[in-house]
């Protein structure tokens, strides 16, 4: 591709450089114009690189779009017939980059064919002297401006398909004991693209209840299994709770503390607020159903049983590392 543009550029030596014609696509009018470029390319060569009176032509394209930029280079002959092309593309939507690749190449392709050696000349019958030619102006060179830095494309650091995320809340738990009670968790999942395991160990603080004249108190611990996934700031979770509940009763007929074991599974819902890049204010509700009930006998009554279906609420600060 290279020595058929050469050559067309040989053949067309004795009419000076060639003309530039430069078409821009609505997405491409904030790129360099035709002076402009003209002015780069001559900079670099030291001379004028195109010719307004040129009889062959470089016709440019110059094209965009939201991901990348072209540059489609046509070598064209007297009558419009196209013999060389050569596409140019970048993947920056801007033009700079575009510019410069397209700058360096029409340097390189002009300069190159200054450096061929002159053709071998034909031997040819002698022909009648040419008839007398008005010498044309000469061609104005404009002054050689600086280089323009070539600008360098930001550097964008990869993104790790993995993390370790800890987290860390207290919550509010209704169900797991007789009366509404607060707790502290605190928790870590190893977190591959958009899919986490994790485990959490929980305390819930004793809740207090007065029956028939005593005093019933009551506390838990739990460590929980997770697995998660989340799309955008909006996951979901499936949990596994295995834990205990221990429990005294005062008063007469004192009772206690004896644990009860508690086993469970259900889901989880949550939603992040980000705070700043690896740091996330989350909310979560969960829903469990228990595995096995536990009964408390008063006096030979029931005073509390746990239910089928338990349910906490949580604020946590969750970090990626």
């Known amino acids: 591709m ?36 003209d002015a780069l390319v001559s900079a670099r060569l030291g001379k004028a690189a195109f010719s307004s009176e040129g009889a062959r032509a470089v016709h440019i394209r110059m094209e965009r779009d939201a991901a990348s930029a072209r540059a489609v280079i046509e070598l064209k002959e007297l009558d419009g017939t196209v013999v ?5 593309t970048t993947q920056e939507a ?4 575009l510019r410069d690749v397209l700058v360096v190449t029409l340097t390189i392709m002009l300069d190159q064919f200054a450096q061929l050696p002159p053709p071998v000349p034909v031997t040819t019958p002698p022909e009648p002297p040419p008839p007398v030619v008005v010498p044309k102006a000469p061609v104005k060179v404009p002054p050689r401006p600086r280089p323009t830095p070539v600008a360098q494309a930001p550097v964008v650091k990869e993104r790790r398909w993995w993390a370790l995320e800890l987290r860390s809340g207290v919550t509010a738990n209704a169900g797991m004991l007789p009366a509404p009670a607060p707790g502290v968790v605190v928790g870590a999942a190893l977190k591959v693209w958009r899919w986490s395991v994790g485990l959490e160990l929980q305390g819930v603080a004793p809740a207090l209840r007065l ?5 019933w108190t009551a506390g838990g611990a739990v460590a929980a299994a997770t697995a998660c996934a989340e ?24 009772n206690g503390p004896f644990t009860t074991p508690q086993l469970g599974g259900g ?35 029931q005073a509390w049983r746990t239910p089928l279906l338990t349910g906490q609420g949580g604020v946590w600060v969750r970090w990626l590392l």
Do not use: K
Not at 84 to 88: A, F
Not at 211 to 215: A, L, N, P, V
Not at 232 to 254: D, E, H, L
């Open 2 to 37: 290279w020595l058929s543009m050469l050559t067309l550029l040989m053949l067309g030596a004795p009419d000076g450089p060639p003309r530039l014609l430069l078409e821009r696509s609505a997405e491409a009018q904030g790129c360099p114009d035709g002076e402009a470029l």
């Open 84 to 88: 060389g092309t050569r596409t140019l």
């Open 94 to 97: 801007g033009c700079a980059q």
């Open 211 to 215: 029956q028939g004249g005593r005093w």
């Open 231 to 254: 799309v955008w700031w909006f996951g979901g979770c499936s949990v596994v709770a295995a834990g205990g509940v221990v429990q005294g009763i005062t008063g007469p007929g004192r």
């Open 267 to 301: 889901g989880r819902l949550y939603v992040d607020l980000p705070l700043i890049s690896a740091l996330a204010l989350r909310w979560s509700v969960d829903v469990l159903a228990a595995f096995n009930q536990t009964r408390v006998l008063l006096d030979g009554h």
